[in-house]
């Protein structure tokens, strides 16, 4: 006899998805859906003639509707604000939240617009200037703009990460012992860090290439905020730099495009000197946080990709390289 089994996770047909989608949203007959990307959340792409859209599955258990209709109440905020987002689009009813049943249990649907241009790895002095313009204005948007999600505390980002973590790497490795220590000294500088000289407030938590297209004028559009929350705005900042110093491998080209974010960055809002002395920490804080998630959600992945090689690299060659680059431990 055949035995049921619930899953944990699943992919949903695009060819059963576009029926719902075209009644849903009012969509031509001539509209298309395909799936561009599997992981923590599936995301499709949705085309209706000349007009382009992304539909968003969260995966079950990921997200609450509070924190769905959060994010929604973030992205419509900056959209009015004149900060350019991809931003949820409603349904013919006005509402913006679909729950579809899927074979593990009901997760939530959402449709954004689609941002203009196309992902690059590397850019311009000119495009980082004014994306440090455009985060700027975004965090003067945000700033003691409180969210009904998630707090990014230095305990929430570096104790809470290592435990998921742990299962994946041998305790006694290399990496887990940089692991443990690198966390104890930078819970330490940035418990002690003037809080008085720190903005608060509503982050992305995840800006970098991968998150951002630009089109042909050099205009760029942010999407992707499934991880805003609430903490120091300098956690964009500190994450945008590590990921910079990722791509640009020469140490002149970094600096330099360093210098351009910073500068049309503070040509808007000025950074503190404690939130500088912070932005190498809070990098590798939000990577602690990222390895974290990619453990405790590895029904969403699959161990080709998340293994031990792959977690030893990325700590060795991410987080620990941005570690001493920046003299840190010391």
């Known amino acids: 006899m055949p035995v049921s089994i619930p899953a944990s996770s699943s992919i949903l047909s695009s060819d059963h998805l ?7 949203y009012r969509l031509g007959e001539s509209a298309t859906c395909r799936l561009i990307k599997a992981g923590v959340n599936h995301t499709y792409q949705i085309t209706d003639g000349e007009h382009r859209f992304v539909f968003r599955v969260y995966s ?12 929604i109440r973030l992205l419509n905020h900056l959209k009015n604000g004149g900060i350019p987002v ?25 449709l954004f617009s689609q941002a203009e241009g196309q992902k690059l790895l590397t850019f311009s002095g000119d495009i980082h200037e004014q994306l440090g313009r455009t985060m700027a204005r975004l965090h003067q948007l945000t700033n003691d703009f409180p969210l009904y999600r998630v707090a990014y505390t230095t305990t929430y980002l570096l104790d809470d990460s290592l435990p998921q973590i742990a299962p994946f790497l041998p305790i ?24 008085t000289q720190i ?14 297209n630009i089109d042909a004028s050099g205009e760029a559009t942010l999407f992707d905020f499934d991880f805003c929350g609430n903490g120091p705005l300098a956690l964009d900042i500190g994450y945008y730099l590590m990921q910079l110093h990722s791509t640009e ?22 950074i503190t000197d404690e939130e ?3 932005l190498p920490m809070l990098g590798v804080a939000i990577y602690y946080f990222y390895l974290g998630v990619q453990c405790a959600r ?33």
Do not use: C
């Not at 006694?172 to 809080?195: G, H, I, K, V």
């Not at 903005?199 to 951002?212: C, K, P, S």
């Open 18 to 24: 576009l029926p719902f989608l075209r009644q849903t």
């Open 60 to 71: 079950l258990n990921w997200r609450t509707r509070t924190d769905v209709e959060e994010e």
């Open 86 to 110: 991809s931003y949820a689009l409603p349904d013919t009813s006005g509402q913006y939240i679909q729950e579809i049943d899927a074979p593990e249990g009901m997760r939530y649907g959402v």
């Open 172 to 195: 006694d490795s290399p990496e887990m012992q940089f692991l443990r220590d690198a966390r104890n000294w930078l819970t330490m500088e940035l418990n002690r860090a003037d809080r």
């Open 199 to 212: 903005r608060m407030g509503a982050v992305h938590l995840d800006i970098w290439f991968d998150n951002l």
């Open 249 to 270: 491998t020469d140490a002149a080209a970094f600096h330099a495009k360093r210098a351009r974010f910073l500068d049309g960055y503070e040509s808007v809002q000025p």
């Open 276 to 278: 500088k002395r912070m």
């Open 298 to 330: 590895f029904d969403n992945w699959s161990n080709v990709f998340l293994n031990e090689i792959h977690i030893q690299r990325l700590i060795n060659l991410r987080i620990k390289r941005w570690y001493d680059f920046n003299g840190l431990g010391r």
